[in-house]
């Protein structure tokens, strides 16, 4: 073989072992660098400043280091003539090999150039690979074991209870908004029917929670009271789907059509409904007309509605419950029945993660613009009158703002002298008498409890669809009149 030959055969050779040490040094470098950044975002996660959707951070983190590596091994790239010259001088060859090298790219041929070409190849041709290049220590050989251990430690043990669990609420919450707002977007209704604007309201509040729940941006009171109204606004939508498809059917008397009895429950069910479906199908041999297909398609929409609602509520329950907060135990009963929580339940979400509305009063006045807090003149609809007593400045009964102060009631002062004789009973108190003047005539009555509400219910909401009421303002009306009970006085009273 030509000594020109050999030379390049023995260079290739040496080519090659420096591009598989540089992508040894390469991987090395990736694997501790990925062990890094995953360690320090495990870290961070396990004592509570940042929280993510998902495991997608850590192949993101592994992509960065990659890309770290890549940049980090251009700027280090040495020319392999530099490798040459670095090898002459850690073997002592004189710059046999580097000089060797040059005239073989100059092109140059001479004897000289000959000689000098086969004692390179000689000299390469008798090292050892593990003498070219013989094995180093690194930092990267000691980080990589190093940071594999606390991997290891951090996904096995959880540092402090408080934070890692305020984590996972967080987490539970923005999974349980992300249903929401899903749901809301692929059943929202058209808001030019008139009959659907209620519906349509009801998806705009919760896309709204949904997005509030995704950014943890409320407080727990606020949740519980916003599902709560969520759940009562979706009982009023299905309790008058109900109403109307009963009109539609002209269902007077249930005794002479028993099978559709159902429509006059309290709370109708989707077994119910599948019912009164199986029925009308046989009433009108499988023609129903189109009226009533509307309306039973409506009522079943919005009792899949109730039910998601149902669900979301009792996940949200459920996460926290998990974080350890005593006051939903005791409390989501009032928060649902339309009571309002104690004001001492003002803390956040998701501890940490909520820092900007950690106290509850003041997160409730930055959330709120200047135009919507409470004016001392003007009205407002009964929605925003409770929320801005419950979320402002507190007040007593007959009297200005309390401006945080504690102020005793009023109480009524006995009256003078004796009082006067009646047959009815007083009643107990140390600083006035009642007495009861009047009482109905007892008989046996010969409804049920549940008939006479049910006759009362359908009575009122008839006496507010006739009046031009807003229909967040009838919810108020009828709920008021269904808590103190429809009195009738004789027009000689009134007058």
């Known amino acids: 073989m030509r000594t020109d030959d050999l030379f390049s055969t023995r260079i290739s050779k040496l080519r090659r072992l420096i591009i598989k040490r540089s992508m040894r040094r390469f991987l090395v470098v990736t694997f501790s660098l990925s062990?890094?950044?995953?360690?320090?975002?495990?870290?961070?996660?396990?004592?509570?400043?940042?929280?993510?959707?998902?495991?997608?951070?850590?192949?993101?983190?592994?992509?960065?280091?990659?890309?770290?590596?890549?940049?980090?091994?251009?700027?280090?790239?040495?020319?392999?003539?530099?490798?040459?010259?670095?090898?002459?001088?850690?073997?002592?060859?004189?710059?046999?090999?580097?000089?060797?090298?040059?005239?073989?790219?100059?092109?140059?041929?001479?004897?000289?150039?000959?000689?000098?070409?086969?004692?390179?190849?000689?000299?390469?041709?008798?090292?050892?690979?593990?003498?070219?290049?013989?094995?180093?220590?690194?930092?990267?050989?000691?980080?990589?074991?190093?940071?594999?251990?606390?991997?290891?430690?951090?996904?096995?043990?959880?540092?402090?209870?408080?934070?890692?669990?305020?984590?996972?609420?967080?987490?539970?919450?923005?999974?349980?908004?992300?249903?929401?707002?899903?749901?809301?977007?692929?059943?929202?209704?058209?808001?030019?029917?008139?009959?659907?604007?209620?519906r349509k309201d009801l998806y705009e509040k919760m896309k709204k929670l949904a997005k509030e729940l995704q950014t943890q941006s409320m407080t727990k009171k606020k949740l519980l009271k916003s599902l709560g109204e969520l759940r009562r606004e979706a009982e009023t939508e299905r309790t008058m789907l109900a109403r109307h498809l009963e009109a539609e059917l002209s269902l007077g008397d249930t005794s002479s059509t028993p099978m559709l009895q159902p429509l006059q429950k309290e709370k109708i069910t989707q077994d119910d409904l599948n019912q009164v479906k199986k029925q009308l199908e046989e009433l009108f041999d499988g023609k129903v007309p189109a009226s009533i297909s509307q309306e039973m398609s409506n009522l079943d929409q919005s009792l899949r509605l109730e039910e998601f609602l149902g669900e979301a509520t009792d996940q949200v329950l459920s996460a926290l419950q998990d974080e350890g907060d005593l006051f939903i135990e005791e409390q989501k009963k009032q928060a649902f029945g339309g009571q309002e929580l104690d004001e001492t339940s003002k803390d956040t979400l998701s501890g940490q993660a909520l820092v900007p509305l950690q106290s509850g009063k003041e997160g409730d006045k930055r959330e709120k613009p200047p135009g919507q807090m409470r004016a001392k003149s003007g009205s407002k609809a009964p929605e925003e009158e409770d929320s801005t007593v419950d979320d402002d400045q507190p007040f007593t009964a007959g009297r200005e703002k309390a401006d945080g102060k504690r102020r005793s009631p009023y109480e009524l002062k006995g009256s003078k002298g004796p009082p006067l004789k009646d047959k009815g009973i007083s009643g107990p108190g140390d600083r006035f008498n009642a007495y009861v003047r009047s009482l109905p005539t007892i008989k046996k009555a010969k409804l049920k409890e549940e008939e006479v509400m049910r006759r009362y219910r359908t009575e009122l909401e008839s006496v507010l669809n006739k009046e031009d009421i807003p229909l967040h303002y009838r919810e108020y009306i009828k709920n008021y009149f269904l808590s103190i009970g429809l009195r009738k006085e004789d027009d000689d009273d009134t007058r």
């Open 35 to 198: 062990l890094i950044f995953n360690s320090i975002a495990l870290g961070v996660q396990k004592i509570g400043l940042f929280h993510w959707n998902g495991y997608s951070i850590y192949p993101l983190l592994v992509l960065i280091a990659f890309a770290c590596s890549v940049f980090y091994s251009f700027r280090t790239r040495r020319r392999f003539l530099d490798e040459l010259i670095e090898l002459d001088a850690r073997l002592e060859l004189k710059d046999r090999m580097s000089t060797a090298y040059e005239y073989q790219q100059l092109g140059r041929r001479s004897v000289f150039v000959d000689m000098l070409m086969k004692d390179a190849s000689h000299i390469l041709g008798s090292i050892k690979e593990s003498r070219i290049f013989p094995r180093q220590f690194s930092p990267a050989h000691l980080l990589i074991p190093l940071f594999t251990v606390v991997m290891v430690v951090l996904i096995l043990v959880d540092f402090g209870p408080s934070a890692p669990q305020h984590g996972r609420t967080g987490e539970k919450l923005r999974q349980i908004g992300i249903k929401i707002e899903r749901y809301s977007k692929r059943t929202i209704q058209d808001t030019k029917k008139p009959d659907k604007k209620l």
